[in-house]
């Protein structure tokens, strides 16, 4: 078997290095991406992630972030400390 090294990239690139001989013609070579079944894995909870402060999880909530402890917390509420609420959502 071919010694075939990978390595995929900050920026989505992926580059391998085939350590055969290919005088012969090209070779086939495939990267396996993780599988649209498992990103719908119901075992994949976003409460779960170490950054994700749940304890107050109600119907409706969203995610906030809390500098205090850098961690994404839920709330039903916006708070903001400065008295400025500022929403962007970006260009659509």
């Known amino acids: 078997m071919a010694d075939i090294t990978a390595t995929v990239g900050q920026s989505n690139s992926t580059t391998a ?3 055969v001989n290919t005088a012969s013609g090209p070779q086939t ?9 498992a990103a719908q894995n119901s ?3 976003l409460k779960l992630l170490g950054d994700v402060d749940t304890t107050t999880l109600n119907d ?3 995610l906030q972030f809390r500098s205090s402890d850098a961690k ?3 709330t039903n509420e916006i708070v903001t400390t400065t008295g ?3 929403i962007n959502a970006g260009a659509f």
Do not use: R
């Not at 070579?29 to 079944?37: D, E, G, H, I, K």
């Open 60 to 62: 409706g909530a969203i």
């Open 17 to 19: 290095n085939i350590g």
């Open 43 to 45: 075992s994949l909870q």
């Open 84 to 86: 400025t609420l500022t």
């Open 29 to 37: 070579v495939s990267v396996s991406l993780p599988s649209a079944q």
């Open 72 to 74: 994404f917390v839920t």
